[in-house]
C-alpha cells in the first residue's frame, strides 16, 4: 500500500473535486456546490460547508477554472471599467470589488477611460469580445444602457438593467456643514467638482440645498470650481490659491474631495496660514490619506471598500441567479472629525 494511500493525503498537483469528495465522504455535487460558492450552497449545513473548505485547503486543491469555464462554456469574468486607475477613490472601490470576485472564483479585466467617450466605447467592446459576463463601472457615465448586467458606482445614469449604488449627498454634506457651523463657521468656501465627474452635480445640488436650510451664504467670490483631471492633491492646489489670491476673508473651506482638500491644505499652510486654527478644511470621501495627512482630515466618509463589495455581489447575483436588478442602492454616509476642523478663529 502507498504511503499516501495509507495516510489519506493525497500528492499536491493531483487533486481533483473528486478527490477532495472521497476524503470528506460526501457527493461530488456537494463539494462543488460549496467550493464555487453556488446558490444551491446555502441549503447545505455550515458545519459540513466548514469541513469541506478545510479538507480543500489541507489537500491544496485548486479549481481548473479552464475546465470549469469550457465545460459551462463561461468565463467567470467581469469587466471592470474605470475613470482612472491610480486615483484614491478608485483603487478603494476596486479593493472591494477584487475581494469579493476572488472569495466567489471570479476573474475581472480592468479598462480605464479617463472620461473619453471614444476611449470608453472601444474598451466595452473588447471587454464584450473578451466574454466578460457583467460589468462593474466606477465614476463611469454610459450614453447607453450596456447589453450586460452591470453595477455602476457613482455613475448616476439611469437605465433599465443598470443598478446603481448612489451615497446619499445630502446627508453627508449636511453632516459636514453642520459641523462647520456648529464650531462657529459662516465665511465658509467652496470647492465645486468637475462638471465630468460623475458625483459633482448631485454633490453640489445637495451642497446649495444645504446651505440654504442652514442660512449660509454661498459667496461668489468664495467658490471655485475644479477643471483639471488630476488623481493627485495638485487638483485642489491651485484653486486653494486662486481663493487665496481673492483677498476674501474665509474661515472653512469645504472640498469637493479629499484629494483636492489636502492639495488645499498645502497651498494654505504656505500663505502662512494654519490649519486648523485660521482655516478649517473639510473633504468628502474619506480616502485612505486622509487620515495620515498633516493635520489629519475631517471628511465625510463614503465607505467605498464596502461600496466595491456591494457592487461585485450584486453583479454576480445578476449573472449567477438571473436576480432581478435594482434601480438604486442607497449608502449612507458618515462624518469622521480628525485635526483638519476647529472653532473660527477669534477676532
Known amino acids: 500500500m502507498s504511503k499516501g494511500k495509507k495516510s489519506g493525503l493525497i500528492s499536491p498537483g493531483t487533486v481533483t473535486l473528486r478527490s477532495v469528495a ?19 450552497a446555502r441549503s447545505i449545513p455550515e458545519h459540513t460547508r466548514q469541513r ?5 485547503q489541507e489537500l491544496k486543491y485548486r479549481p481548473n477554472f479552464l475546465a470549469r469555464s469550457l465545460r459551462k462554456q463561461r468565463t467567470y469574468t467581469v469587466g471592470l471599467i474605470l475613470e482612472e486607475i491610480g486615483d484614491s477613490y478608485g483603487s478603494m472601490v476596486i479593493s472591494g470589488v477584487e475581494a469579493y470576485l476572488r472569495q466567489h472564483n ?46 455602476c458606482v457613482a455613475g448616476h445614469r439611469a437605465f433599465k438593467s443598470v443598478t446603481n449604488i448612489v451615497l446619499d449627498q445630502e446627508q453627508g454634506i449636511r453632516a459636514g456643514l453642520e459641523h462647520l457651523v456648529r464650531l462657529g463657521h459662516r465665511k465658509i468656501a467652496f470647492m465645486k467638482g468637475q462638471p465630468f465627474s460623475s458625483d459633482s452635480e448631485d454633490r453640489w ?27 493627485s492633491p495638485q487638483l485642489g492646489y491651485p484653486y486653494a490659491k486662486e481663493l487665496l489670491a481673492r483677498k ?13 482638500a489636502i492639495g488645499a491644505i498645502r497651498a494654505i499652510q504656505e500663505e502662512g496660514l494654519r490649519v486648523p486654527q485660521d482655516i478649517s ?60 476642523t476647529g472653532a473660527v478663529p477669534k477676532a
Not at 469541506?52 to 480543500?56: E, K, N, V
Not at 466606477?138 to 452591470?150: C, G, K, N, R, Y
Not at 478644511?281 to 474619506?286: R, S, W
Open 205 to 231: 445640488k445637495a451642497m446649495c440645498t444645504v446651505a440654504l436650510s442652514l442660512d449660509l451664504e454661498m459667496d461668489p467670490d468664495l467658490i471655485v470650481h475644479l477643471e483639471i483631471d488630476d488623481p
Open 52 to 56: 469541506i473548505r478545510t479538507a480543500a
Open 248 to 260: 476674501k476673508p474665509f474661515t472653512a473651506l469645504f472640498a469637493y474631495n479629499d484629494i483636492a
Open 106 to 151: 471570479y476573474f475581472f479585466l480592468t479598462v480605464i477611460h479617463r472620461h473619453d467617450a471614444a476611449m470608453l466605447r472601444d474598451y466595452s467592446q473588447l471587454l464584450l469580445e473578451r466574454g466578460v459576463e457583467g460589468f462593474v463601472t466606477v465614476d463611469t457615465s454610459f450614453q447607453e444602457a450596456p447589453p450586460l448586467p452591470t453595477v
Open 281 to 340: 478644511v473639510v473633504g468628502f470621501d474619506d480616502i485612505q490619506w486622509a487620515a495620515f495627512n498633516t493635520p489629519s482630515l475631517t471628511t465625510v466618509r463614503q465607505p467605498l471598500v464596502k461600496m466595491g463589495q456591494i457592487a461585485a455581489e450584486t453583479v454576480i447575483g445578476m449573472i449567477e441567479e438571473n436576480r432581478e436588478y435594482l434601480a438604486e442602492i442607497a449608502i449612507e454616509p458618515t462624518l469622521v472629525v480628525r485635526e483638519s
Open 22 to 40: 472521497e476524503h470528506v465522504g460526501l457527493a461530488p455535487g456537494t463539494v462543488s456546490a460549496v467550493l464555487n460558492n453556488a446558490p444551491s
